[in-house]
């Protein structure tokens, strides 16, 4: 095995530019070309879905089972940047429009669909994603060093693989890894019942009974048996194994410790380079600046553009403009750019930003995002009734999106939990300092150097104490008279030292070098 290349199989979902919808992509993706930089041969098992326009080479054809179904499976290879792609190209996924939800197209056409729910054959499309991986290393009768699967989509691999009779033999010296990007209420593809579940899988009940609770088979759980388990940063690994958090987790954090359950924390990484704002094509951005170097003129001439020309750049990008910015000397802003859902707090958002708006009528926020019906409904009403102060976009468009996190001095990020976070390395790239809640993976934020964490705890009114720590950190900005954060000493210190230690410290080849290949050396010794 010295002499070789390790080997990686990515069985994921999703992918960056190909077929995308979550995090979950941008991982895949920068973790499958960092390792390829590396010499280690990766390829990426992912379906073929309707939204997919790449394709590549037949190889073969087979047939998955998945509850008494046969399901006809093509896999077709392609190579990128490196990487060795294989489509599995099947009518379970090439008749869907997206990834993991319904589209509006789809709702007129199939009965019972709902726009932006989930597929109603969830289940089955992870089984036979899953079976035809197992399925391709049958056929050429070879598997690799490692099998890497991304969240609980693709979590009951190791168990298919390991017990299997079919299979066990090929991967009795493959390792294998889940990541945990999100175990979070909806995120975890749980599986009602031990029956339901048998005749899902077609593994014997004896199998999955140890991946059981609270009367749900638990893909991660069940792949604690098989695999060795990771998540986005150590500081949710720790979360994950703690009773404390089995709220957030429906009790699995619970179950997890009380089995002793080991998880490999390793933070997640970014490419500078797809957002670097010194390179409006790779930034889509309006004006070019350089916050490594403290050149941020570009940064406040984007500001005023996007002031002056809002309703404008809302219609081009199609998004709902709700609510208006009065752009005055001195006034301060706050971004968030994201989903919005009740993970992300922005219900507390809303409270806080209406208390700050009160307490300091020189504040200006800005939302960018959809989700929740209901906090978006709550959005608009802010919207309503703090017109000049508050902004709402409903909707996505990266490059409006990119824009309303870099005219902003603040983002302000506000999770209940968070697995590991993006956005704050983008708030610090575009030099927007990061506000965050101290949880999950926003704790790696240095607090006062790169960015600043506030602490809720499990009492206390959040909204209030993130209403009192905006107030804090804006009030600087609006005494120094100038036109925005950089104005402050402080401050444009610490979006310097921001930038420069996402783009040192922060990249994906680091991640990968320090982390991920002593992560897979340290499995691969264990098949030995």
Known sequence: MTNTPMSVWL????????????????????????????????????????????????????????????????????????????????????????????????????????????????????????RSVLEYARIISAAPDIVHCQDAHTALLPALARTDPAYRPLFARSAFAVTIHNAGPGYRQIIPGLDRAASLTGLNPDVLVPGMCNGNLEPFLLAADHAHLTTVSPWYAGELTSHQYSAMTEGLSGEFEKRGVHITGIVNGIDYHRYDPSNTENSCLPFAFNPLVGDLEGKYRARTLFTEQLEQLAEQSGLACHGSLNATENNVYFTYQGRIVWQKGLDIFVAAAREVIERMPRARFIVLGQGDPALEEALKQTAVNYPGSFLFLHGYERSLARLSVAVADFLVLPSRFEPCGLEDYIGQIFATLPVANAVGGLQKIRNGENGFLYYTGFSGNPATILADRLVDLAEPVIASGGIGAACVPEYYRMIIYAASHVQADNNWDAIIRDHYLPFYHDIISTMC
């Open 11 to 130: 069985v994921t979902r999703e992918y960056a530019g190909i077929a995308e919808a979550g995090g979950v992509k941008n991982v895949a993706c920068s973790l499958a070309e960092g390792l390829a930089r590396t010499g280690v041969s990766v390829t990426v098992f992912i379906p073929r879905y309707g939204c997919v326009r790449q394709s590549g080479n037949h190889e073969f054809t087979t047939t998955v089972t998945v509850l008494g179904v046969e399901h006809r499976v093509a896999f077709l290879s392609a190579t990128l940047h490196g990487i060795s792609l294989v489509f599995i190209n099947s009518p379970i996924f090439f008749e869907k429009d997206e990834v993991y939800v319904y589209t509006d197209r789809e709702t007129r056409m199939i009965h019972g669909a709902v726009r932006g729910q989930g597929h109603s054959d969830m289940d089955c499309m992870n089984l036979v994603h899953q």
